[in-house]
């Protein structure tokens, strides 16, 4: 697989190239501030960088093991410690863009999810709403002000909140119906079948409105991998990537038989190499 059309993938490189050690890592971590690799990061999608940095990572990886001792001359900084932290900082790379998009479409299935709940218990919530405040317009003309207590606990409702908030008025004005004993309007509500346990269960249902409407509108709250995460990331490759690219063409100028690395995908970031002064004509 040395030719350019060669293709290779992340099980191939994790095949060739052990991951570095403890020790390896922390000789080739990038000692770049990490905002800078961030604001670099930002420049490219993840998916560009990781496009050519496992073709990279293909290429040195089968091609180094094989190499003679003067082409190891020739590509002088490259190493098998920098190789193994190379290719492992780009499948940590590929990690995060997947974890991202998992954690992506997790949420939008529980906000999906959330959302029927939530359209679930309105509906069960409007409907117990219209109940109480029928059974207590039933007995309006019973108690002086009672018609306009029932329309101002009953309320406008135009959201999650302001219909919890309607069901708990109306369970209390209908508590404290129920309290006055022997009243006309008291016995009527025992006798049509309004109970204690009735409005427990009613202002169960209140609390339920709103809580699963909260649960719904939070359902997208960021989490898991953030761009930032990726950005770093991406910036750490892309100082990688540079690095070995410009090991394996300064010695590919002095040996063709060694590989060229020529970026594609992140040509716009990479492919500006600075190139030697051509030497002077004599004089």
């Known amino acids: 697989m040395t030719s350019a059309q060669a293709t290779y993938t992340w099980p191939y490189l994790l095949q060739v190239v052990p991951s570095p050690t403890p020790e390896q890592a922390a000789l080739y971590a990038i000692d770049v501030p ?4 961030i604001e670099r990061g930002t420049r490219i999608r993840s998916e560009k960088i990781l496009t050519d940095l496992v073709r990279f990572g293909g290429i040195t990886a089968e091609f180094w093991p094989k190499s003679t001792p003067a082409q190891r001359k020739l590509l002088l900084g490259f190493s098998d410690a920098l190789l193994r932290v190379f290719v492992h900082a780009g499948k940590r790379l590929a990690d995060l863009v997947e974890q991202r998009s998992l954690s992506i479409e997790g949420r939008e299935r529980n906000r999906a999810a959330a959302l029927a709940i939530a359209e679930t218990t309105y509906a069960e919530g409007m ?5 109480l405040a029928t059974t207590l317009e039933g007995v309006a003309d019973h108690a002086p002000g009672l018609a306009e207590r029932v329309d101002k606990a009953r309320g406008r409702v135009v959201d999650a909140q302001t219909l919890a908030t309607s069901l708990a008025a109306l369970v209390a004005l209908a508590r404290d119906l129920v309290a006055q004993g022997e009243s006309k309007a008291a016995l009527q509500l025992f006798d ?3 109970t204690a346990e009735d409005l427990e269960e009613s202002e169960t249902l209140a609390a339920r409105v709103k809580s699963t409407s909260e649960k719904a509108a939070g359902a997208r709250t960021q989490g898991g991998v953030t761009q930032a995460d990726l950005d770093l990331q991406d910036g750490i490759c892309l100082a990688y990537m540079e690095r070995v690219m ?4 300064r010695a590919h100028e002095q040996d063709p038989s060694i590989p060229q690395l020529l970026p594609i995908t992140t040509r716009r970031l990479l492919g500006t190499t600075r190139r030697r002064a051509a030497p002077a004509e004599p004089a």
């Open 192 to 194: 049509g079948g309004l």
């Open 127 to 131: 409907a117990e709403r219209e109940r």
């Open 246 to 249: 410009k090991v394996w063409n």
């Open 34 to 37: 990490p905002g800078e690799l």
